[in-house]
Each structure stands twice: as C-alpha cells, then as structure tokens.
C-alpha cells in the first residue's frame, strides 16, 4: 500500500537531517510519492530543484498571501517562467490569510488574482490557502471559476457548509493531521462529507504533526500514514481500497506522470 503527500514543504529550514533521510523513512511508511510546495521565489526554486533530482517527487510553485506583501511585480514574472519548469504539477499555495494579515489584505488580493490568471492561461490546477477569509476566497474563485481546470482547498478544516460550498462548485478538498486531532471534530466533519474522488490527503509538513506523533517536530512525510488511517476509518474503509481511491484522486488532479 502507497500513499502520495500531496502537499509538504520540504525545502524548509525546520529540517536538520539530511533529505535522503526524511524520504527513505518515507518510503519505509509507505509514503513513496510527494508533491513540495513553494512559498515565494527562492522555495519555488528549491522546490523546482529537489522535484528535478528525486524520482516520485514534483513541485508546486506560488506566493503564499502571507508573502504577497513582499513579492515585487517582477517576481509575478519569474513565478510564471517557475511554472514552466518540468515536474510543476500546479500553482500555489495561493489565496488569502485574514488571519494573521502579514500583507495587506489589497496586495494578497492583487497576488491571488494575478496567479488565478497564470493558472488559467496555463491550465494548471491551483492549490488554495484559505484562513479566516472564506467569503472573499469564494468570490475571487468565482471570478475565474470557468477558466480554472481543477481547485483544492489545502489544509480544509470544515465547517460543513463551507465545505458544501467547494463541493457544489465541483472543487476537492485536502486533509491534514488536523482530522486526528481530540479537536479536529469539524475537520472530520468536513470529510465525512467530500467524496474519496474529490478528497487529497497532505501532511502540510513540517507543520502540523499528527496524533498519535503530535508532540515530534518537525512533521515529515512519513507520518501521513496516521492521517490516512484516520480518513479511512472516518470513511469506513480498509486502508488499502482508501488509498487506491484517494491515491487515484491525487494523480489525476495533479495529472502526475510516475
Ligand atoms: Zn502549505
């Protein structure tokens, strides 16, 4: 049984051990396929770099809103040649973060919507991040929905309305460790409610470690495999039909070509 983390940030400095070690106890998990996220240009880069030399894995390139602030219009142009690159399999995370505001909430608005047009005139599948910001969210999509091949909401932690909302509109819905968590309980709300052909599975490491592995930090991609087992039971599922369905899922929304 394999499982894909469809959403990691692997370049991060939170790491001290080697990367070939953080894969092989991957692999040894059964996580054998990854998919790292870049935040702004020089993790894009990064990101682009270690999908280049790691065979299963691939990159995602964006300006994550709590760097908009800090992204230039030319760097609006590098993301674009960034998204060309081999292994790219979509664009973000993008979005908005009213939560904690590190940009002003015009420029994450100008950045979000800027990559919704690359992603459109490209094709690509985006990857939304969303806090405390769901209304705003919604109706800047709405503005490009048409023009939009795929969306999932990253690290979705309900509520069920909310949840309703993507879902409706035809988008996916990825879950962290947040759904084995004591107070997770909207999160398994949320996903007793997305369908296994619209659900991802992300560990969204190195944050958010799972339960039972709550207290090791940094997450790795590894641990996936609580989270997994979590979704499975929610679903009431053996975990290896989960991970077909779910494994299914994660490749043909990021069209992933190994
Ligand atoms: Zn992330």
């Known amino acids: 049984m394999n499982w894909i983390d469809t959403h990691s940030h692997l370049t991060y400095p939170d790491y001290n051990d080697p990367i070939e070690d953080i894969l092989d106890r991957s692999r040894a998990a059964g996580v054998t396929r990854w998919i790292t996220v870049g935040t702004d240009i020089e993790h894009n880069r990064k990101a682009i770099d270690l999908a280049a030399g790691v065979e299963g894995m691939f990159a995602i390139v964006g300006i994550h809103p709590h760097h908009a602030s800090e992204a230039s219009n030319d760097d609006l142009a590098l993301l674009a040649e960034q998204a060309r690159k081999n292994k790219v399999v979509a664009l973000g995370e993008t979005g908005l973060d009213y939560h904690y505001t590190f940009s002003t909430k015009d420029r994450q608005l100008e950045v979000f919507r800027a990559q919704l047009t690359l992603a459109a005139e490209r094709n690509l599948p985006v990857v939304i991040h969303s806090r405390d910001a769901f209304a ?22 309900g509520p069920v309305d909310q949840t309703q909302a993507i879902l409706d509109r035809g988008w996916f819905a990825s879950f962290t460790g947040i759904v084995t968590f ?6 398994r709300q949320a996903a007793s409610i997305v369908p296994l052909d619209r659900m991802l599975l992300e560990t969204d490491c190195p944050f958010i470690s799972p339960e039972p592995v709550r207290h090791i930090r940094p997450c790795e991609p590894a641990m996936l495999v609580h989270t997994a087992r979590k979704l499975a039971e929610l679903k009431g599922l053996d975990p290896a039909a989960f991970a077909d369905a779910v494994n299914h899922t994660s490749q043909s929304f990021f069209v992933l070509t190994i």
Do not use: I, Q
Not at 136 to 157: I, K, N, S, W
Not at 182 to 187: I, L, P, Y
């Open 182 to 187: 004591k107070n997770g309980e909207t999160a």
């Open 136 to 157: 705003d969210t919604l109706a800047v999509l709405d503005e490009f929905a048409a023009r939009l091949p795929r969306v999932v909401f990253h690290c979705h932690g």
